[in-house]
């Protein structure tokens, strides 16, 4: 009864297993996108986000939206249906979406708005996307079940579930702690919007990995135990 159970369950929500050493692999993957993207803007064009703000975060996020795109397209739920090109190509349209929500979202808790803004906005929305809803869109294309269950209810499911939730919420929570020295009367250069806010995203996305690397490890162990 409970086998059969468990074979419906799998029937309604399929999804592709993926390994304790894959999953590391596709965080570490994603982590390097980050780090060569930054490592290409200061050492070859000699920009940051403080001194070149829009121009560093398209840098950034054209590099990461490209690496997460073609490494969670290979971890479709629906290889059967979907190729790996299809995947690739519903991850590139969900990037202008998942920019959009990102935008709006922001705007609401008090983005600066303006044409001198404007170019910020776009380029760091592209980004949040590339860590929030380019993956998801990858792996799980039009799902409803799936979108609801990472991002609505938050109650993940599974490595590939962790690999996408943990993450994304993590540069979410991380670009809001970001955006408190925002308002401070410092008068720092790195206070001016987007470029606090963007570490902090990186940073909270860069703990997600890790903590998602956890449960994706204590996922593994407890299905060892249950098959022993």
């Not at 380029?123 to 860590?131: C, D, H, I, P, Y």
Request: proline share 6%; hydrophobic share 45%.
């Amino acid at each position: 009864m409970a086998d059969q159970s468990k074979k419906e369950e799998e029937k309604e929500n399929p999804s592709i297993s993926i390994s304790v050493p894959q999953a590391f692999l596709v965080h570490l993957i994603s982590g390097l996108g980050l780090a060569i993207s930054l490592w290409v803007a200061h050492n070859l064009y000699s920009i940051n986000l403080v001194s070149h703000s829009s121009i560093t975060l398209r840098l950034i996020w054209i590099v990461e939206s490209a690496t997460v795109i073609l490494i969670y397209s290979r971890f479709r739920i629906d290889p059967q249906q979907c190729s790996y090109l299809k995947a690739v190509v519903r991850g590139i349209l969900a990037l202008p979406v998942g920019a959009l929500v990102n935008a709006l979202g922001a705007i609401a808790l008090g983005a600066p708005v303006g044409i001198q803004y404007l170019p910020k906005t776009i380029n760091w929305s592209l980004l949040m996307s590339s860590f929030t809803v380019a993956p998801a869109a990858s792996v799980f294309g039009l799902s409803w079940t799936y979108w609801q269950r990472i991002f609505a209810q938050t109650k993940p499911n599974g490595p590939l579930e962790y690999m996408i939730c943990i993450p994304a919420h993590g540069a979410v929570i991380g670009g809001w702690f970001g955006a408190w020295p925002m308002p401070l009367d410092w008068e720092r250069p790195w206070q001016e919007w987007p470029v606090c806010v963007t570490y902090g995203a990186m940073t909270g996305y860069l703990v997600g990995m890790i903590v998602s690397s956890g449960f994706v490890l204590a996922n593994g162990r407890r299905q060892r135990l249950k098959e022993d």
